[in-house]
């Protein structure tokens, strides 16, 4: 014969994510929902990042090969000055302050490398801010999630002893379904915050190889436009 409490443990025992979410408390439902929302919004960051920086990466690379194979700058400028990729707009920022600093008659030029390398040096400060620009939300999730997922969890444990008390009865058909739920929410909270960890620091190493890239085209037209200045 099964009594009410063995019955109660079974099903405990069998609840469902959907079981356990649809019975828990409406503060553990609103911290479940958010940590679900916080989960799709980083899958949507990690989708979207994926496949933007591996076109840019690309993208830059074939830009800077075409870029060295070619002898003459301002035709290049004319034919691909206007792209709308990182590298192509650090070259225009070269060629804008290289055009505004010798089309003087007397050529500063010590001046001109400054100003070359201070235009050069922002435009990969401003390429890689946009691109970092949703990484921190990344870092947001990853930090919160944890913490927000141990909310709901405390929250339903402590449900469960106000069970406890009401019932005056601490078995474990008693408490089981409220500290099934309190857990359900870490889990939520640790499946929201890892990959998003784990992405945060995947895209920052990517982040910084693409800055060095960026970096090293810019000293190498530096060097480049510095040579045509001992040419005047």
Not at 58 to 85: H, L, P, Q, V
Not at 109 to 114: A, C, I, P, V, Y
Not at 116 to 140: P, Q
């Amino acid at each position: 014969m099964t009594t009410p409490a063995l019955a109660l443990a079974g099903e405990a025992a069998t609840l469902s994510p959907l079981a356990l979410f649809l019975q828990a408390d409406i503060v553990v439902k609103v911290v479940m929902v958010g940590l679900l929302a916080a989960s799709v919004w980083t899958w949507g960051i990690i989708i979207a990042f994926s496949m933007r920086a591996g076109g840019i990466a690309r993208k830059c690379d074939a830009y800077e090969k075409e870029f060295w194979r070619s002898e003459d700058i301002d035709g290049f400028y004319d034919k691909r000055g206007k792209d709308t990729i990182p590298s192509a707009r650090i070259f225009a920022a070269a060629v804008a302050e290289w055009r505004r600093s010798t089309r003087l008659r007397t050529v500063d030029r010590d001046g001109t490398r400054d100003r070359l390398s201070t235009a050069m040096a922002s435009a990969v400060g401003v390429e890689v801010d946009a691109l970092a620009d949703r990484l921190n939300i990344l870092a947001t999730i990853g930090a919160v999630a944890p913490f927000v997922g141990l909310f709901g969890t405390v929250w339903g444990i402590m449900r469960s002893f106000t069970a406890i008390a009401a019932q005056q009865n601490s078995s474990l058909a008693v408490v089981a379904p409220g500290i099934a739920e309190a857990l359900f929410a870490t889990a939520i909270g640790l499946f929201a915050a890892i990959p998003a960890v784990i992405a945060y620091n995947r895209f920052s190493h990517r982040i910084n190889r693409l800055e060095a890239s960026l970096g090293r085209f810019a000293d190498g037209l530096y060097a480049t436009l510095s040579r045509e200045l001992e040419r005047d």
